[in-house]
């Protein structure tokens, strides 16, 4: 007998998928092979019948959907195959799995890319900075470029790549002067520019190129002119602002511009478009100039901003590219006073009755900086629940813990107000459920006769300490006992009644005469408990006669 034995369904974890490469360029492709096997590590050939249930998937670590991105998959020969072709440099993770049981990735399933070449159409000057169109003769300029390839990723600058960049001043694309290109670090962050700086002691119009090898970068080139004249960075000087600031405050000081030799130099819209303060950290700012209106003031400039974000900051002054002296000067912006509607209470969904209530409220400013909660006193900040009044307190940094109890079961309004006015996510109802069942504040109406033979009933409504009265359940009815006092005999039970969340007990006595009954709830005795019953005999009975 000839028998074909055929693979068994695929199994992932007998299975295997394979990265041609887990080290890329941007652009470039790495190949995605999967081979199916079953459980005895049958090989299973590619058919488009499991295109449906094998997935391979990319996620950038940066991305924002976690199941990352779908890859299509083909047949090559009996393998199933996908191409990734990353274009943003950093980490990816490649994922194989067959009805979403993962499949095992070798050598890794990270795939590191890396930018490509340098391109000069997407290479220029960084956002923040702009080309000079003045400069004073003997006073170099520079720019910061951001290297960028053809996918926009940016390059770290390298010393290895500094030879292919130059600086000039030209005319008439004769090169008059040549500068320098040096890597530089911007303080406080780990991106590395190409710095290239040129100047020139002649005066003139110039076209200012910057080239890697023989290509012009973007906006290269750029028209400047080349001025005469003896105003002096080095020599110039500024009352800066004192710290602290407070976000939002408009913020003056003054320059005072000099020549190399220290006089003043006249103030006018020509040495006011050659200077430029900038003001760096958790926001970028520049300053508004004008000229003093002091006429006694000679050289005398006023520099005014505003930010919105606290922080640490760096305000630096430049003449014609070059920081004056003293620059930069280091400021530290304050949060303003908290507002109301930017400030936010997190509040719980539900209470018990009697329970101590916490509430977190992030005081913010106007702007959204987080402020310190230290002095609540003048915040007039005032916790509410139903009828009660609760209390705020400084718990850490910028968050205030509020506190209020409330002791009635129900809905209750709630509300958080700063000044006399709610804050963000205020007011609000919330749900008040009823404390632990109190048998010593529970007292039900007994009644004081009963007929042998006879059952009855009678309501009872337990409630918690509170006095809030608690819904039926089996579970709490069953915590009921009701016996004849003294003996351990069972003579009534407790029981939900026919009325959804309503309390009924159960009387049945069969021996007449006065009784004392104790009803108690896991233990404890119930209020008024033991009642005194009478038992009537019941019906005539001829077959107990």
Sequence with gaps: WEVVVSPASPSASHSQTTLSQTSLIAGHPTHIYTTLSDGFRNLIPCTPSHFASLHHTSTHMNASDPQGNPLAVTCNGSR?????????????????????????????????????????????????????????????????????????NEILCRNELLSAFSVSLSVN????????????????????????????NVSGLYDWNVKYFEDHVRESPHSVEILNGYLSAQATTAEWPLSPLTAGQLTSFTLTQRDQYHNPVPCNQTTLHDTLVRLTGPQTALANLSCSSDASQIGLVQAD?????????????????EEITGSPSQLNVQPSDPWHATSVVHWPGRGTAGELLSARVDLVDLYGNPVSCVDLSALDLRVSLGENVGHAVCASGSQVTATVRQ?????????????????????????????????????????????????????????????????????????????????????????????????????????????????????????GSPFAIEVSPGPLSAEHS
């Excluded at 702009?130 to 960028?148: E, F």
């Excluded at 500068?179 to 190409?194: A, F, L, N, P």
């Design 80 to 152: 199933f195959h996908s191409i990734l072709t990353p274009v943003d440099k950093g980490y990816y993770k490649v994922q194989s799995d067959f009805n979403r049981v993962a499949i095992p990735v070798t050598p890794s399933n990270w795939v590191i890319v890396s930018p490509g070449e340098v391109n000069v159409l997407t290479t220029g000057v960084r956002s923040q900075d702009v080309w000079m169109s003045r400069m004073k003769a003997g006073i170099p300029a520079c720019v910061y470029l951001i290297m960028k390839d053809d996918f926009e």
């Design 173 to 200: 694309e004769q090169t008059r002067f040549t500068g320098s290109v040096v890597c530089d670090e911007d303080m406080g962050t780990s991106t590395r520019y190409v710095k290239a700086c040129v100047g020139a």
């Design 305 to 321: 901003f505003r930010v919105s974000l606290a922080g640490e900051y760096h305000l630096r002054a430049y003449f014609l590219g």
């Design 407 to 527: 002791n009635v079961s129900g809905d209750a309004p709630w509300g958080v107000t700063m000044r006399g006015r709610h804050v963000s996510g205020s007011p609000g109802v919330m749900t008040i459920e009823p404390a632990s069942l109190s048998p010593a504040h529970t007292a039900p109406s007994v009644p004081t006769e009963h007929t042998a033979g006879t059952p009855s009933t009678f309501p009872v409504q337990p409630v918690d300490m509170y006095g809030n009265p608690l819904p039926c359940t089996s579970a709490l009815a069953s915590g009921f006992t009701l016996t004849e006092q003294g003996t351990s005999l069972s003579v009534g039970s407790c029981v939900c009644g026919t009325e959804q969340g309503a309390w009924e007990a159960r009387l049945d006595m069969n021996e007449a005469g006065s009784k004392w009954v104790e009803m108690q709830y896991e233990g404890l005795s119930v209020g």
